[in-house]
């Protein structure tokens, strides 16, 4: 089984800059991707960022498109969602989660962390 770990939220002012981490343990091998997922109260789950665990193949939401980066770092099984330019729409919980497929769709996902709160104030 594949444990994943997120951190780095928190309350930043629009246009502020957060880096989130997910740091993955036991059977990484198993993982084809990884995934970035935001949820704010009242809204379904929506995909933000997707990268492979090769790290070769990157893809992002519309929303976030220019301004979030997603990025792994091969040594310490970490994936990481550098936000900036960030805005009040951007608060949500943020959730990290592994696939088998170059899915979008939460419910392909199979593993996920217990998320991350971001806060944007105006």
């Known amino acids: 089984q594949v444990q994943l770990v997120e951190s780095g939220g928190g309350l930043v002012q629009a246009g502020g800059s957060l880096r989130l981490s997910c740091a993955a343990s036991?059977?990484?091998?198993?993982?084809?991707?990884m995934g970035w997922f935001r949820q704010a109260p009242g809204n379904e789950r929506e995909f933000v960022a997707r990268?492979?665990?090769?790290?070769?193949?990157?893809y992002y939401a519309d929303s976030v498109k220019g301004r979030f980066t997603i990025s792994r770092d091969n040594a310490e099984n970490t994936v990481y969602l550098q936000m900036n330019s960030l805005k009040p729409e951007d608060t949500a919980v943020y959730y990290c989660?592994?696939?088998?497929?170059?899915?979008?769709?939460?419910?392909?996902?199979?593993?996920w962390g217990q998320g991350t709160q971001v806060t944007v104030s105006s």
């Open positions: 989660a592994t696939t088998k497929s170059l899915a979008i769709a939460p419910n392909r996902y199979d593993v």
């Open positions: 036991g059977r990484t091998f198993s993982i084809y991707a």
């Open positions: 990268i492979t665990w090769s790290g070769l193949n990157t």
